[in-house]
């Protein structure tokens, strides 16, 4: 099987360019600036022939999408169709990556593949834009929702809660009304690749098994890493973020165990994994 990840620079692009090596499965990844699938025309023709396209490439400043709309739905809706309007003209299997904030949290159980969308948000509302293109330009196309990424190679919360740690500036003062299911990014890699093997296609859930708010998390950071600090739980309302975020999000991953015969691993595994492999490469002071 060969693979061509776009965005494969990014977090979970790099992991899973990674992940193809250790598979040792043929891949090839492109990133801005050699390949930039929000303008046009965008130059494919550099792309290799391949069996599957993975698009991880994506704009994901959640706040930033409520003022610079015009680059979130350029790259998250009008990139995403020009990718499946490419891969369709060549009969090249697509995957994109998309989120759980096309879901507006009101669900109290984990949302299913089929239930009702409503993005709060203009970043939900490009990634929802950018499944609908894919969709109706690509017959091969797979979407997989995922939430809550944090990995090795590039910003995200763990890191933001250690940086703070280490400031030693106080209590922090951490989000816990807002329920999801931190995913490793290299645990996701994996799922994208039991995915493809399975050359299945449609919508289908992948994060974390097990559910936390933000604050609990939070403390599980600090316990593997600071045991002492002093987390302060405050609501949402509190902490003043632009974009409206879900209070629920977590998604129901049956039909991705169904599929493929695996189960995603823990958030507190991924949470394991992520600060052994920041320890082993030095990139950061724990």
Known sequence: MKIVVLGAKGMLGSDLVKACHSARMDVSGYDLPELNIAVEPCDFQMLPACDWIVNCAAYTDVDGS??????????NHYGAARVAEWAEARGISLAQIST?????????????????????????????????????????SLIVRTQSLFGVNGKNFIRAIMNKLNENSGPL???????????????????ILHLLKTGRYGIVNVSASGECSWHEFARAIAARVKPDAEIEAITTAESGRPARRPAYAVLDKSRY????????????????EYLKCVMQNNKETV
């Open 257 to 272: 165990e169904l599929w493929t015969g695996e189960k995603m691993p823990s958030w507190q595994n991924g949470l394991d």
């Open 100 to 140: 759980d904030y096309v879901f507006d949290g009101n669900s109290r159980v984990p949302y299913r593949e089929d239930d009702p969308v409503n993005p709060l948000n203009k970043y939900g509302e490009s990634k929802l834009a950018g499944e609908q293109a894919v969709r109706a330009a690509c017959k091969r």
């Open 173 to 191: 003062r951490v989000v816990s009304d807002q329920i999801s299911s931190p995913t490793y990014t290299g645990h996701l890699a994996c799922a």
């Open 66 to 75: 409520e003022t610079n709309q015009d680059t979130a739905f350029a790259v």
